[in-house]
Each structure stands twice: as C-alpha cells, then as structure tokens.
C-alpha cells in the first residue's frame, strides 16, 4: 500500500510502488553522504533496497 506522504521515483527500489511513484513504507530515513551538503543531489534514500530479479 502506497505511503501518501512519500513521493518517490526510484522503481527499482523494493519498497517502490512503480505504477504510482510512491514509496510503501511507513517510514524512511534520509542520509548523506556529502560533509555539507547543498543540492538535493547530496542527499540519499538509506531505506533503499534493491529489487530482487525474482520478486
Ligand atoms: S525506500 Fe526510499 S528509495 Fe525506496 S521507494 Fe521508499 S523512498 Fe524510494
């Protein structure tokens, strides 16, 4: 079920509902890997998991 509050394009994560582009987590959390960052680039999706090939 998709999570309203989290809008997300990444398809091949796991947790993507693809045909809508929302995320199905409750919660997620959000991380960087830059010491200051700036842009939107700088900022990363820790909850990501890679889709399976196989379900
Ligand atoms: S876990 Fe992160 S990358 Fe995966 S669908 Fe949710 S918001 Fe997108």
Redesign the pocket.
């Known amino acids: 079920m998709k999570n309203p509050s989290?809008k997300?394009d990444?398809t091949s994560?796991k947790?993507?509902m693809d045909s809508e582009h929302y995320?199905t987590?409750d919660c997620?959390q959000v991380g960087t890997h830059e010491k200051n960052p700036s842009v939107p680039e700088c900022t990363d999706?820790l909850?990501?998991t890679k889709k399976s090939c196989c379900g």
């Open positions: 989290i997300c990444v994560c947790h993507n995320c987590l997620i999706c909850s990501f």
